[in-house]
């Protein structure tokens, strides 16, 4: 069964940084693009840092560039998104998700499968 599980969200004071993690199982991990998307109440629900695991390629968008790291571990089937300067606008539930691209694209329709989000609160 395919499974995207996120972790590690919290409440952070603005100027802080968190590490959000995405456990994938049930595919091949190497053949996907793996995103992290948010969703602050509401908003749409954007692209926010994308990798290809077959290559280590990676796409940002404009609001977090600088400011968060998308990595991964391929043995552990595990992304990560590192967060620093976290502001309150940042403020939304965190998605990962993986597509069978080639490219990393911030373009949620280019992504099958969704985790259940974990939520990332900044306080000013």
């Known amino acids: 069964e395919v499974q995207l599980v996120e972790s590690g969200g919290g409440l952070v004071q603005a100027g802080g940084s968190l590490r959000l993690s995405c456990a994938a199982s049930?595919?091949?991990?190497?053949?996907?693009?793996i995103g992290w998307f948010r969703q602050a109440p509401g908003k749409e629900r954007q692209g926010v840092a994308c990798m290809s695991s077959s290559d280590g390629s990676t796409d940002y968008a404009d609001s977090v560039k600088g400011r968060f790291t998308i990595s991964s571990d391929n043995a552990k089937n595990t992304v990560y998104l590192q967060m620093d300067s976290l502001k309150p606008e940042d403020t939304a539930v965190y998605y990962c998700?993986?597509?069978?691209?080639?490219?990393?694209?911030?373009?949620?329709?280019?992504?099958?499968?969704w985790g259940q989000g974990t939520q990332v609160t900044v306080s000013s």
């Open positions: 998700a993986a597509g069978p691209i080639r490219l990393p694209s911030t373009n949620r329709q280019h992504y099958t499968y």
């Open positions: 049930g595919f091949t991990f190497d053949d996907y693009t």
